[in-house]
């Protein structure tokens, strides 16, 4: 009979077991493994019958690529694979978690915790269709997005990817999902994979489950909680993800309850496959089987049946791709691993394949690069940035507000700040390369500085000095009408960003001092999370969270000028000390400076 699985008009299972029961388990294993882009040569894709590859965190063709060489990458990889005896697609996935981060001149929007404090749902939806197209402009039609953790705990060096400590937040927002894949029509089967079309991308809630309830919010740790408490906090966002179509979901590194979660059969195949009946498919972490073990790695064929009899359907190996194969053929030969495990794995690797429409469009759709960029896009950025900003003082007692702020004075107005004039450092993470970057020429956008420029009336003195000394001020306090500090955190990306003491760092305190002690001032804090502020806030007149904003910084000169109303509400407790960490929202010991939801308004001018 012709190739069933490869007519679109056969029924979807049926195209699954025509395929399968074609399969020998090398081809199964193959499907099951995701190697990293600088291993994925169209030979060895189509020797080891890969099914995935993966660009880990600035893992680019060439250093600024544009987005015709992410093409050509992406369908020189797919040849390979479509020459291999069955034809079997790759997908191609990458990290897309604030925009496509790895992707020069890409849009880059607002972290998640940003996005939070918007309480916009059907801007996150906008956000996830424009990321979707910036994605597909690369030839790439599966992102390791969103992230659904629900960090309790700021501590931790990934809660700027969380959208909010307070799980319903975190399941409105899911909403974004809806936008990287499509809309999924109602009364559709729960659980099953959807994608709209071939301008949208498959996508991938992370991480499963309970990564952002680690003790003291350690990166990859242990999350300590009864199975009510994990139901109840972090859990709920894979409903929501569930029912709008996820297409994946990927496990986390952490433990629960000392159980690390890729060795969790319980939760990964009990509850997420058969309880919430989830049919796309699992996968893992990078090196996540490795890290089973402690030390990493120690016991590799441990690790493999551990991370597959769990329910992994596919492994971001990344790079000991003989030694995964190897040793898995090896497990199902000498009868360790069911093939039924096996064929499941397949089976809903094959189904999210079929679902997307990867076999009838396995390479690029080349009409879309100019997509990557695109000003629509930016604008959108920017939109989403205005309504991220948080208003948390605005005048002192007794004083009359400072914002929004004149954009005609009489005197100057003086911008300081290390994170005033810093592309790299108001995208955060994830963007260009895994930790992200400093300085302003590692992608195309807007500054905070610039942004200001562009909205104050032409012909305004605006003075830049990024750490002004003392002198300086002396000399020229009389001078300035008011002045805007922009401090804040270095980029930094999962363990990278762990701190236990969350202060600004330096030079940001001393900024803060030397020109709020004498100059009016309204300082905007970029950060991936809540730091200390009690030191210096009554010294500040205004006090705005700016998060991680990305590309658009045009964003924050938009509301601080009152071309739009601040709007935004903590979607994070502000602690007053770490002391006092964790510490959230319904805790009956709750002290915060600023509670969850807490912003201040102000009016468009
Ligand atoms: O980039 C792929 C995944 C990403 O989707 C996950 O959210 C994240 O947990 C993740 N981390 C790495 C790399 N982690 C790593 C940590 C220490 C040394 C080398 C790599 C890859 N990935």
């Known amino acids: 009979?012709?190739?069933?699985?490869?007519?679109?008009?056969?029924?979807?299972?049926?195209?699954?077991?025509?395929?399968?029961?074609?399969?020998?388990?090398a081809e199964k294993i193959g499907q099951m493994s995701q190697i990293e882009r600088e291993k994925a040569t169209p030979d060895v894709i189509n020797k080891y019958f890969i099914g995935s590859v993966l660009s880990g965190g600035g893992s680019v063709?060439?250093?600024?690529?544009?987005?015709?060489?992410?093409?050509g990458m992406v369908n020189g990889m797919q040849s390979g694979a479509l020459s291999t005896r069955l034809g079997i697609p790759i997908i191609y996935g990458i990290d897309a978690v604030h925009g496509h981060g790895n992707v020069y001149k890409a849009t880059i929007f607002p972290h998640n915790?940003?996005?939070?404090?918007?309480?916009?749902?059907?801007?996150?939806?906008?956000?996830?269709?424009?990321?979707?197209?910036?994605?597909?402009?690369?030839?790439?039609?599966?992102?390791?997005?969103?992230?659904v953790a629900v960090c309790r705990d700021p501590r931790w060096g990934r809660c700027y990817e969380s959208f909010s400590e307070h799980p319903e937040l975190v399941q409105n927002m899911t909403s974004i999902i809806s936008g990287f894949q499509g809309e999924i029509p109602a009364g559709g089967t729960l659980g099953v994979p959807f994608m709209a079309g071939q301008r949208?991308?498959?996508?991938?809630?992370?991480?499963?489950?309970?990564?952002?309830?680690?003790?003291?919010?350690?990166?990859?740790?242990?999350?300590?909680?009864?199975?009510?408490?994990?139901?109840?906090?972090?859990?709920?966002?894979?409903?929501?993800?569930?029912i709008r179509g996820v297409s994946t979901v990927m496990i986390s590194y952490s433990s629960w309850n000392g159980l690390k979660m890729h060795a969790n059969r319980f939760l990964i195949t009990d509850f997420l496959k058969k309880e919430l009946r989830f049919r796309g498919f699992v996968i893992s972490d990078w090196q996540g089987?490795?890290?089973?073990?402690?030390?990493?790695?120690?016991?590799y064929l441990l690790s493999i049946k551990l991370g597959i009899l769990a329910g992994i359907d596919m492994v971001m190996i990344p790079f000991n791709y003989t030694e995964f194969i190897d040793g898995l053929t090896l497990?199902?030969?000498?009868?360790?691993?069911?093939?039924?495990?096996?064929?499941?794995?397949?089976?809903?690797?094959?189904?999210?394949?079929?679902?997307?429409?990867?076999?009838?469009?396995?390479?690029?759709d080349p009409s879309l690069t100019g997509e990557l960029g695109k000003q629509e896009h930016r604008d959108l950025a920017r939109e989403a940035v205005r309504k991220s900003l948080v208003l948390l003082k605005n005048g002192k007692p007794g004083d009359k507000p400072l914002l929004p702020l004149p954009k005609k004075t009489y005197g100057g107005i003086l911008v300081a700040g290390s994170h005033a004039n810093d592309l790299g450092s108001q995208c955060g993470g994830w963007t260009i390369t895994w930790q992200g970057l400093t300085g302003n020429n590692l992608t195309a956008g807007t500054t905070i500085l610039d942004g200001i420029?562009?909205?104050?009336?032409?012909?305004?003195?605006?003075?830049y000095s990024e750490n002004p000394d003392a002198g300086f001020i002396q000399q020229n306090k009389a001078r300035f009408d008011y002045a805007i500090v922009v401090v804040g955190e270095p980029p930094y990306a999962e363990t990278f960003g762990d701190n236990l003491n969350l202060t600004i760092p330096a030079p940001g305190p001393a900024i803060i001092q030397n020109v709020c002690g004498s100059i009016k001032c309204v300082v905007v804090l970029v950060s991936g999370r809540p730091l200390?502020?009690?030191?210096?806030?009554?010294?500040?007149?205004?006090?705005?969270?700016?998060?991680?904003?990305g590309t658009e910084g045009q964003g924050v000169a938009d509301v601080l000028f009152g071309d739009y109303g601040f709007t935004g509400k903590l979607s994070r407790t502000w602690f007053r000390s770490v002391n006092q960490l964790p510490m959230n929202v319904g805790d009956a010991r709750y002290d915060p400076l600023f509670p969850f939801g807490f912003g201040l308004e102000t009016q468009p001018s």
């Open 331 to 364: 497990l199902v030969n000498n009868g360790t691993i069911p093939m039924s495990r096996i064929d499941d794995a397949v089976r809903r690797i094959l189904r999210v394949k079929f679902t997307m429409g990867l076999f009838e469009n396995p390479y690029a």
């Open 200 to 242: 949208n991308v498959a996508a991938c809630s992370k991480h499963y489950v309970g990564d952002g309830g680690t003790t003291n919010g350690i990166n990859e740790n242990n999350t300590v909680a009864t199975f009510h408490e994990l139901l109840s906090i972090h859990m709920p966002p894979y409903y929501n993800a569930v």
């Open 289 to 299: 089987l490795d890290r089973i073990t402690t030390p990493e790695h120690a016991d």
């Open 61 to 71: 063709p060439e250093k600024n690529a544009p987005p015709e060489a992410w093409v």
């Open 532 to 549: 200390v502020l009690e030191p210096y806030i009554n010294t500040m007149n205004a006090l705005v969270a700016a998060w991680l904003p």
């Open 113 to 147: 915790v940003g996005l939070g404090c918007t309480r916009d749902p059907e801007l996150a939806k906008r956000i996830g269709a424009a990321v979707a197209l910036e994605v597909r402009a690369t030839g790439i039609p599966y992102i390791f997005a969103p992230c």
């Open 1 to 25: 009979s012709a190739d069933r699985y490869k007519d679109p008009s056969q029924p979807l299972n049926t195209r699954i077991d025509d395929l399968l029961g074609r399969m020998t388990l």
């Open 453 to 463: 420029k562009r909205a104050v009336v032409p012909g305004t003195d605006v003075v």
